[in-house]
């Protein structure tokens, strides 16, 4: 593990004077999802720093959203594939950590913002970064979508990446970056998927859907809404290529 305390005015706005850049490298799914719960509730009671942590996932696994239904994911597949079933502490749609760099943040909400204000916001730091590793024209989805709507449907309720909420990160229309927010007692944790390459379509694999079609169906519209940081920039991207990018951003004065 990596750690190092960062004082920048450049992100005072979204940590303030001071914070913890956290690199845990690759961890079990529990081990996470604890590491980012218990950072919520160490800042919650003045025991931590603000903390930007970035990691990834050995061996794989499925988050669901904090109400999400459990019997949406086989877990039998999921034990043929070693791949681990863990429950967010925020919410949203089901996610494959895959081939993919995770952030997080946990971090008060200043009085003069909102957790909407810090969504942008850590989406444009999130930008700052990844264009370090290559000319790459991302660009927030604008609209809010209707979801309602999205959730009755079968085919595109079930995965993250089947649709973006506004302030996500895409590229050419597709859904690059997923995040997800819970507060608590005025304190952000908000953590997302950066997908490197693929593998995170499998989620239609170890989908519970009705029949094999619907799980062909739920592969091609997540495929067709979501893309990869190997597939804009053409070549391998690497953890440890995108987690050096964020500290050098993350360090940087200007």
Same mark, same amino acid.
């Given at each position: ?15 303030? +004077?001071?914070?913890? !850049?956290? @690199?845990?490298?690759? =961890? ?6 604890? %590491?980012? &719960? ?12 603000s903390m930007f942590r ?40 089901a996610v494959l950590h ?44 604008? +609209?809010?979508?209707? !979801?309602? @709507?999205?959730?009755? =449907? ?6 993250? %990446?089947? &649709? ?91």
């Amino acid at each position: 593990m990596f750690a190092k305390i960062i004082k920048s005015d450049k992100f005072k706005h979204i940590f303030g +004077s001071e914070f913890e !850049f956290i @690199n845990t490298g690759f =961890s079990d799914g529990k081990f996470n999802m604890h %590491f980012d &719960s218990q950072r919520l509730d160490d800042v919650i009671n003045n025991r931590a720093l603000s903390m930007f942590r970035v990691y990834g996932w050995k061996p794989w696994a499925v988050s669901l959203g904090a109400n999400q239904n459990e019997n949406d994911i086989s877990e039998e597949e999921c034990r043929k594939r070693n791949i681990d079933i863990v429950r967010r502490p925020t919410g949203g749609r089901a996610v494959l950590h895959a081939n993919e760099i995770t952030y997080s943040v946990v971090t008060p909400i200043p009085r003069n913002s909102t957790a909407a204000n810090l969504y942008r916001d850590i989406h444009l730091l999130i930008i700052e970064a990844l264009r370090k590793s290559g000319k790459i024209e991302l660009d927030f989805e604008k +609209s809010q979508p209707n !979801f309602h @709507n999205f959730y009755k =449907s079968e085919v595109s309720s079930l995965s993250c %990446f089947a &649709s973006a909420a506004r302030y996500e990160i895409e590229f050419n229309g597709k859904k690059l970056v997923g995040s997800a927010q819970k507060i608590s007692d005025g304190v952000l944790l908000q953590h997302g998927s950066i997908l490197l390459g693929k593998a995170y379509e499998i989620i239609s694999e170890l989908a519970k859907v009705s029949s094999q079609e619907l799980k062909v169906r739920l592969k091609e519209f997540t495929l067709a809404h979501s893309t990869t940081l190997e597939e804009i920039l053409h070549r391998d991207v690497t953890f440890d290529e995108v987690a050096e990018n964020f500290y050098l951003i993350l360090n940087s004065k200007h």
